[in-house]
């Protein structure tokens, strides 16, 4: 049996006659090369929506196990109140980027500075089946080292396709981190191929202070605005399916005390009589949130329209925000998330102060010149959980000299307030702020977080010591009043029986008659 495939492209039509079984096993290579991502420190992935990976912290307690643990822990700092986050999403095009523009984005984005960087790319590899690590791949994560190495650690590197999200610490940082959960959500051509999706990295970073980063690359061309919101939900949602276990542990471990560093189940098969939440609780459950990557979200514009203010502002007609502020109001995502309210309800974005990142001739300023003429457009985004002013986006750019793609990265720095202790009293009510270091020791239990801290615990004013010792003493009273009518029963039950044995002695037994009777027998004889 013979099937004729029509192969389409833009220039020609070509007819081609194949055995059927030869047609189904190119298509099934084909789809095992797209549908198999390859992953980098955190293990490997199954096809479709991928399980949670646990990723240790490589230098918390040293390479030589848990013998020099102990002795670390006398020496630990208190773990930091606030931390400086730098965040970056690229689109690369299917090129890797010259050392010149990596530097120029990691001056930027402050990542020698910063104490977690979080670096989001897009179309670094080829949809090209392959069961090996690509060489843009490797060369991005020399890159990375190269620029970053000395002063941070690299904690993961997750990968669906040609997505890539990198998470990387400052040294001193790493004794204050929980193990990572990472996995991803594939978004392509039946929710399997793996050219658009999403990937995330779950931690904590002290005691109680969880963080979720997401890097998505979503749907692309202007009409397809249903279908990015259908991927921005779809990804939520498995999200939220794949790591509700872990998200309900981070709120348990919160209340209670002592916290452990060790690592969460990677599965929830042995806790399926608890039912996940609701998709909308992602947001509640987890402390800070960060969703970056190429959403792919463009301008309800002509590309006529779009170069009018463009144009002005190169003449210095208008200033760049005066540009920027015409166009938003035709930005797809401002619309559907303000207006419409569909997408990214309860994130927030900074304010857009920069002209739209894509599309660029490769190596040069200009916007897409091909016969395409794509229309410009801010499709690279950074968008973020505001926790009640407690994080704070004080940078939020593009790199223009960065030209080695069509698409310009974009960097954002935040300042993030990380969350106070709260000890759960067993009247209801909630104590805040325990004090950490060696000035502490002693006052109260131990709490590891990748090492111990001493806790002190601030005692309720509406409760005094002296009552507590009364309340004890009472106790104490009413356990012996107990024990004694315990035993003046067991005397009662004593005394019957012995009653009973006396009235057996005083009439005789049976056997005792038995007996008697035999002597008198002997007499006789």
Request: one cysteine or more; aromatic letters at 6%.
């Amino acid at each position: 049996m013979r099937t004729s495939v029509l192969i389409l492209t833009p220039r020609r039509r070509t007819a081609l006659a194949l055995p059927f079984h030869k047609l189904l096993v190119i298509v099934l290579v084909f789809v095992l090369g797209l549908t198999t991502p390859s992953v980098c420190a955190s293990g490997s992935t199954p096809w479709g929506a991928s399980s949670v990976r646990t990723v240790p912290v490589v230098g918390r307690t040293g390479r030589r196990g848990q013998g020099r643990r102990m002795e670390d822990r006398k020496n630990l700092p208190p773990p930091p109140t606030t931390l400086n986050i730098s965040i970056v999403t690229w689109n690369m095009a299917e090129r890797s980027p010259p050392l010149s523009d990596v530097s120029l984005v990691a001056s930027a984005a402050q990542l020698n500075t910063s104490d977690l960087c979080i670096l989001g790319v897009q179309e670094i590899e080829n949809l090209k089946p392959r069961r090996h690590e690509g060489s843009r791949s490797r060369e991005w994560r020399r890159l990375i080292l190269h620029s970053l190495g000395r002063t941070h650690t690299l904690l993961s590197l997750t990968k669906l396709g040609g997505m890539q999200l990198a998470v990387l610490a400052k040294k001193a940082l790493l004794p204050h981190l929980s193990p990572l959960h990472v996995c991803e959500v594939p978004c392509g051509v039946g929710n399997i191929i793996h050219n658009k999706g999403g990937q995330a990295a779950l931690f904590r970073v002290g005691p109680h202070t969880s963080f979720l980063f997401i890097n998505a690359h979503l749907a692309a061309h202007a009409h397809r605005v249903e279908d990015r919101n259908a991927d921005v939900d779809r990804v939520m949602t498995e999200l939220q399916n794949l790591l509700w276990y872990h998200l309900e542990s981070n709120k348990k471990k919160k209340k209670t005390l002592p916290f452990s560093s060790s690592p969460l189940p990677s599965s929830p098969i042995q806790y399926q009589h608890h039912h996940p939440p609701a998709p909308s609780a992602l947001l509640d459950k987890v402390d800070r949130l960060f969703f970056l990557g190429d959403l792919n979200y463009r301008l309800e514009l002509q590309r006529e329209d779009i170069e009018v203010p463009l144009r002005r502002v190169k003449n210095s007609k208008i200033t760049v925000q005066e540009a920027v502020s015409r166009l938003l109001e035709y930005d797809q995502l401002m619309i559907e998330r303000l207006e419409k309210k569909r997408v990214f309800q309860g994130l927030v974005e900074k304010e857009v102060c920069f002209l739209p990142t894509f599309k660029f001739n490769k190596g040069r300023d200009l916007y897409d010149t091909s016969p395409k003429k794509r229309a410009p457009a801010w499709t690279d985004r950074v968008l973020f959980k505001p926790c009640e002013g407690k994080v704070k986006c004080e940078k939020y750019e593009s790199v223009g000299g960065a030209r080695h793609s069509d698409h310009r990265p974009v960097v954002g720095v935040f300042t993030v307030q990380l969350e106070e202790e709260e000890v759960l009293k067993k009247g209801g009510k909630k104590e805040e702020v325990p004090t950490y270091g060696k000035e502490d020791e002693g006052k109260g239990s131990d709490m590891e977080m990748g090492g111990n801290w001493k806790i002190e615990r601030k005692v309720s004013s509406s409760l005094s010591m002296a009552e507590e010792e009364e309340g004890e003493e009472e106790e104490d009273e009413e356990e012996d009043e107990e024990g004694e009518e315990e035993k003046e029963e067991a005397g009662l039950i004593e005394e019957e029986e012995d009653e009973e044995y006396d009235d057996d002695s005083e009439y005789g037994s049976d056997d005792e008659e038995e007996e008697e009777e035999d002597d008198d027998d002997s007499d006789f004889f």
